[in-house]
Nanobody, 122 residues
Framework: QVNLVESGGGSVQAGGSLRLSCVAS???????????MGWYRQVPGKEREFVSI???????KYANSVKGRFTISQDTSQNTVYLQMNSLKPEDTAMYFC?????????????WGQGTQVTVSS
């Protein structure tokens, strides 16, 4: 019903920056799920963890580990969510995924992207 495609990952040195994008497309019935996507990340052997989301009141929320360094934003006209990542650290190395908003977690509109790899070297 919803297709999410992430891009923008890559390899950078510590202190560098990357900007990730997540573009949503899909069935018109899932139009509401194609904005406010959130970002998560996963390291091999560990559970996927929350990075940043849009809350239902429009505010943004960040994991403590990225607060002050990452910024989530979106262009609703393009069904695109961004994650600007500054002051990157080696511990930010992970596969980054976007997901449809939590309010769609129980619906057919729920979707994950395929991920984009971020590697930060010291």
């Amino acid at each position: 019903q919803v297709n999410l495609v992430e891009s923008g990952g890559g390899s950078v040195q510590a202190g560098g920056s990357l900007r990730l994008s997540c573009v949503a497309s899909g069935n018109r019935n899932c139009r509401g799920a194609m904005n406010d996507m959130g970002w998560y990340r996963q390291v091999p052997g560990k559970e996927r963890e929350f990075v940043s989301i849009f809350e239902t009141d429009g505010n943004t929320k960040y994991a403590n580990s990225v607060k002050g360094r990452f910024t989530i934003s979106q262009d609703t006209s393009q069904n695109t969510v961004y994650l600007q990542m500054n002051s990157l650290k080696p511990e930010d190395t992970a596969m980054y995924f976007c997901q449809t908003p939590p309010r769609y977690s129980g619906s057919l509109c729920k979707a994950w992207g395929q991920g984009t790899q971020v590697t930060v070297s010291s």
